[in-house]
């Protein structure tokens, strides 16, 4: 039976009792144990939250027209939208994921986004998950039916989003997504899943993706927290989508210094996600304060001059959306229930962040190089050559996502690299102002020489490790998608990894 995901925004719950039959094994019971105190500990973090809360007080709803049949909705959810009175044509479209026990209404009238919408003519889509779905309204961005493209509540957001564009006109290029705690990882879901429908996201008290796919992984991300390095974050997005080589969305995350529902260490690997997948190092770019509470705001600035990545750290909030309640030009929002705290309107900020209030956070770039081949390989050498770009003064050349060189010409030898290793390149252009345009198709391509590694360990250090992954329960070797049974500590395999990255199963005969 799933265990029910209280979330960290949901109202406490009685934790069930032992039944008469008579006591359990010891061993089940140091498990039911373990269990219950983690269960307890999140209820306790969640009375918490709603015992700190102001009291609601009496506002007009924002006006929301719920929008049915945009799709198969095989996610089950409810579709609301704010349509400003004033709308330019082909408008910007700013997706809203709401946080547990929350509903769409309640994310409307409090987190300012449709204040913001009216100020810069943009349309929200409020999307809704229900009871049916979580027992405390969760968006399910563990669950492995859910936070798949393709599948469940993410194949139905994206579903809103082309509903969006044909029944209002919104510009499919300018399509974005914010989300508060399940909402916001959630919004690491589509991120990864659906980097070719959202342009830009902001992640508020939320969770990187691909942290967690079950219940009890979803209160390990939660707090404490899961460390992995950034190429392994990175690795659960591109394998999101790997057949996606376009650019990836830039992404904005937001988090209170005094999160005890959802640490502050998730806002650090978010940051180590999505900058190892836009190749740029941990540390930012710059550094500066902003808003009335002096929030923390780093960048990480891109080659081409865009902030692709920026990290806000609110000073004193807990786990909540920060607003500035007000009529002044960067202030929104309302605290009128919990887990809306008075800071700084975040709303404002994000839609500066996606370039909604005026600003262009993505100038016009070179096109793509094309052509990326290898023109041959050796232990320790690949050498690459792609097709001249107009206007070029030079190029970038990516391996693994992150940069190693420029050059002037269309060719590179990438040197020292280790024996039997594999590594994924790409290329871009850059302009006399020095800026990269967009990347290259990606070509994957492995040094000679090496023999096989071969690794034996549990399934679930088979995935801990990265050399494996998890769907429904199950585990799947990375590479050849062989099964392995069940992801559990019971279940023993040896895989074998050739080329670099690639494994299968090889009980008993791995050499």
Known sequence: MRTPFRGPDAPPFRVPTATPAGPAPRAARRTWRGLLSRLVAVVALALAASLAGPAPTAQAAVGLT???????????????????????????????????????????????????????????????????????????FFEPGDNRRGQGEAASIRQMASHAVSAYGADPDRTYITGLSAGGGMTSVMLAT?????RAGAVVAGLPHGCADDVMGAYTCMNPGVDRTPAQWAQKVRDAHPSWSGPWPRVAVWHGDRDTTVVPRNAEELRDQWTALHGLPQTPSRTSVIGPDDTRHDEYVA????????????????????????????????????????????????????????SDPDPERLPAPTGLATTGVTDTSIGLTWNAVD?????????????????????????????????????????????????????????????????????????????????????????????????????????KESPAGHFSVADGNCS
Request: aromatic content about 10%.
């Open 66 to 140: 719920q929008v049915t049949g945009f799709g198969s909705n095989p996610g089950r959810l409810n579709m609301y939208v704010y349509r400003p009175d004033s709308l330019p044509a082909d408008p910007p479209v700013v997706f809203a994921l709401h946080g547990c026990s929350q509903s769409a209404q309640l994310y409307a009238d409090n987190s300012g986004l449709p204040e913001i919408a009216d100020r810069h003519g943009f349309l929200v889509v409020f999307a809704e998950t229900t009871s049916a779905n979580n027992l405390s309204k969760c968006f399910n």
């Open 391 to 495: 206007s070029a003064t030079g190029y970038t050349v990516y391996r693994d996502g992150a940069p190693v060189t420029t050059v002037d010409t269309p060719s590179h030898t990438d040197t020292g690299l280790a024996p039997g290793s594999s590594h994924t390149y790409s290329v871009a252009a850059r302009d006399a102002d020095g800026r990269a345009g967009d990347r290259s198709t990606l070509l994957t391509a492995r040094t000679t020489g090496a023999t096989a590694t071969c690794w034996t360990a549990t399934n679930y250090a088979h995935v801990q490790a990265g050399r494996a992954t998890t769907s429904g329960g199950y585990t799947y070797a990375k590479g050849s998608q062989e099964n392995m049974g069940l992801y559990n500590i019971f279940v023993t395999h040896t895989l």
């Open 194 to 198: 659906y980097p070719d429908v959202f």
């Open 303 to 358: 080659a081409d001059g865009t902030v692709a990545v920026e990290v806000n750290r609110v000073p004193g909030m807990g786990h909540a959306t920060p607003v500035d309640p007000g009529t002044g030009p960067e202030q929104c929002g309302s605290t009128g229930t919990v887990n809306f705290e008075k800071s700084i309107c975040s709303s404002h900020w994000i839609a500066r962040f996606f370039g909604l209030d005026g």
